[in-house]
């Protein structure tokens, strides 16, 4: 006889986070040995959340959601961790399954939109097939799906557009349909990897403010990695701060910015001009983020921070509360000595 | 020319520049597709003005054309219409004009040595009497951007890409420039390495009293750097005014949008409706105004004609005929 499933309750399916990254590490063997990219990074994002995955070039942001989705480039792998995308653990499926639930449960939005897309289709032909694989619906059905979608993404005139191709569209609305590819088949999170960067700055305003707006309606978890904090602030509900694939400092976007803990956060928010005071002089932090082979012992951004003592060489500092945000740093745990 | 004279001319003096671009398909292309000729007119009819030891900021958004300004100046374009002229730099001479690029790996050649690369302008136009002297200018460049004099003997791939801006910038000095022409300096780096950028050539200006052309699509860099702004869409320029002035009280529509839109890290605008359209294509621009199709507060006249930039304070100018009318209304009252 069949064990019938436990039923679960109604709001404990809801309190199922989008993500929930555990530990994770990821780990690049090479011919000089193996390069860790990621290490030990754990983060979790509700339905209906957006988190901001922020930090410069080489923090392991892009990484962190190139794992979650499975598409780490060989000779790349999960060395450590778990990865539940709602509730269902991603990280040791097969290619096969994989792909099943990369589209379904998860979709990706990339800087670029235009590579994003396919340039030989129209923009109707590769939404209807992304909706028919995921759900299986009939052609008529996701026909009126797709339009209902770009409708969604705000693009005007949909019936005209669905028969258009990649190339008619301008960058701003080729980035509008990245968004719908990406929610075609109503997963319960997307990876946005910097989805407005490569846009000016009234489209990317357009394009933050769409996000928000399907997270709100949708309940989808959006993970927004970034390197601007400007973007961040203005969308994001909590942020993650990395450095060196590591999160350094994690908490609600606002106790973040404008309330740092860690060295390094607060050396990132004092180095951006402000729009609002003119300083003589920027503050800067000295040096440049370690190359992956060259990780410091201890904490990662020991030899620039100011405050570094004996301690943050010796030791890694795990992220630990500090008041509202979590930050790992010996300063608040303790001291550096 | 007297004393005074030279003193306040200007370092830089941009009149009526056009920019034509023949964006035509091929010859055979148009005779068998039987397609018209193709012109795109990147930048049309702007004049400014750079006074010495100041920074001249050019912001918008990609596409309007700034880059195109800092090419025609630099002289790697020709210009199609108009005029540019420099001022008389410290030796009695023409002053000498130098550009620093946007993106630091493409702009080093990877296979010359650090000290090669700076040392070809000063070799190139004699500026040293001996080898041994062009060395040791070299390393004096390398020390006042902030690297070691050794970094000399290295290869471009060895430094990180703020480092690499900062060998950018020696070679720029290495001719002695009085101007420097900087196209997105720092759009390529991250934050915490723009501000070492940043910082540099503020300290580089104060020291050797450069003059800076500094184009960008950051207002909070832009901000920070400049005595003056000009804000570009479509090849004209549509507000230009003392720095304060501009983020304090924009009077182009244009300028509003983008100083709305820019993201706030101070005060987030959360859940603000952004507003809708997106810059026209260049090869099809707008009649008249070409902001009116995605402006608020278009008139009729705006489709028509294209607004003159014309004064609307003692150093802000604006091409608008709604700011201009508001501004001559409040001059008449205040008259009254």
């Known amino acids: 006889m069949m064990v019938q499933p436990i039923p679960v309750p109604e709001d404990s399916i809801n309190a199922t986070p989008a993500l929930d990254v555990q530990g994770l590490s990821v780990e690049f063997p090479t011919r000089r040995g193996v390069l860790k990219a990621i290490d030990d990074v754990s983060m979790q994002i509700a339905p209906g959340e957006i988190l901001g995955v922020v930090g410069e070039s080489g923090a392991g942001k892009s990484i962190t959601g190139l794992a979650v989705l499975g598409l780490l480039e060989h000779p790349g792998r999960i060395a450590q961790g778990a990865i539940h995308v709602g509730g269902r653990r991603v990280d040791t499926l097969t290619e096969a399954e994989l792909t099943k639930v990369r589209g379904r449960e998860m979709g990706a939005i990339f800087q670029d939109p235009l590579t994003a897309l396919n340039p030989l289709f129209t923009v109707g032909k590769q939404l209807v097939e992304t909706i028919r694989l995921h759900t299986g619906m009939s052609k008529t059905e996701a026909e009126g799906r797709a339009l209902e979608l770009l409708r969604s993404v705000g ?19 080729r980035q509008r349909v990245v968004i719908a590819l990406a929610l075609a088949a109503g997963p319960r999170l997307i990876i946005a990897d910097e989805p407005t960067t490569a846009l000016d700055v009234s489209i990317q305003a357009q394009i933050t403010a769409l996000l928000r707006k399907l997270c709100d309606e949708t309940g989808v978890g959006i993970m927004l990695v970034t390197h601007d904090m400007g973007v961040i602030a203005e969308t994001a509900d909590r942020v993650c701060v990395m450095y060196s694939g590591r999160v350094v400092e994690s908490g609600p976007v606002g106790d973040v910015i404008h309330n740092p803990q860690h060295p390094y956060t607060k050396g990132l928010m004092a180095a951006i001009p402000s729009l609002h005071d003119r300083v003589e002089v920027l503050s800067q932090i000295d040096g440049s983020m370690p190359r992956l082979n060259a990780r410091p012992s201890g904490c990662a951004f020991h030899p620039r921070c100011p405050h570094a003592g004996p301690k943050c060489s010796a030791q890694k500092p795990l992220l630990q509360k500090v008041g509202t945000t979590s930050a790992a740093c010996w300063l608040q745990q303790g001291g550096t000595q | 020319m007297n004393e005074l004279q030279q003193e306040t001319a200007p370092a830089l003096s941009v009149s009526h520049v056009s920019k034509v671009f023949d964006v035509s398909a091929p010859w055979l292309n148009r005779v068998l597709e039987r397609r018209p000729k193709l012109f795109v007119e990147a930048v049309s009819d702007i004049s400014f003005t750079v006074e010495k030891g100041t920074c001249f900021s050019i912001v918008g958004e990609s596409g309007c054309g700034k880059s195109t300004v800092a090419r025609l100046v630099t002289g790697l374009y020709a210009t199609s219409n108009g005029d540019i002229s420099f001022g008389t730099g410290a030796t009695g001479r023409p002053i000498k004009v130098q550009m620093i690029f946007q993106d630091p790996h493409s702009s080093l050649n990877p296979r010359w040595r650090v000290g090669d690369i700076i040392a070809e302008p000063i070799r190139e136009m004699k500026l040293r009497n001996s080898e041994d002297e062009t060395l040791a200018r070299v390393r004096e460049l390398l020390e006042t951007v902030g690297l070691g004099a050794d970094d000399a003997l290295k290869y471009p791939h060895e430094f990180s890409g703020g480092q690499r801006q900062r060998i950018s910038i020696a070679r720029a000095l290495a001719s002695e420039p009085e101007l420097l022409v900087c196209d997105e300096p720092t759009s390529a780096l991250d934050v915490s390495v723009q501000a070492q950028i940043l910082n540099l050539m503020r300290r580089l200006q104060d020291e050797l009293g450069l003059t800076y052309l500094f184009i960008s699509h950051d207002l909070s860099v832009v901000r920070h750097m400049s ?8 090849g004209r320029i549509v507000e230009q005014a003392p720095v304060e002035e501009l983020f304090t009280n924009p009077q182009h529509p244009y300028s509003k949008l983008l100083l709305a839109t820019i993201p706030d890290i101070e005060n987030p605008k959360r859940r603000v409706e952004a507003q809708a359209g997106e810059p026209p294509s260049p090869l099809n621009p707008p009649s008249g105004c070409a902001f009116h199709p995605r402006c608020p507060v278009a008139l009729s006249k705006c489709s028509q ?3 003159d930039l014309c004064p609307t304070s003692a150093h802000g100018k604006v091409a608008c005929f709604v700011a201009q009318d508001a501004n001559n209304t409040a001059m008449e ?3 009254v």
């Open chain 2, 305 to 307: 004609s294209a607004p």
């Open chain 1, 155 to 173: 693009i005007p005139a949909p019936e005209e557009r669905l028969r258009q191709y990649p190339h008619q569209f301008s960058g701003g609305m």
């Open chain 2, 227 to 234: 005595t003056h702004i000009a804000v570009m869409y479509l």
């Open chain 2, 333 to 335: 009252k205040a008259a």
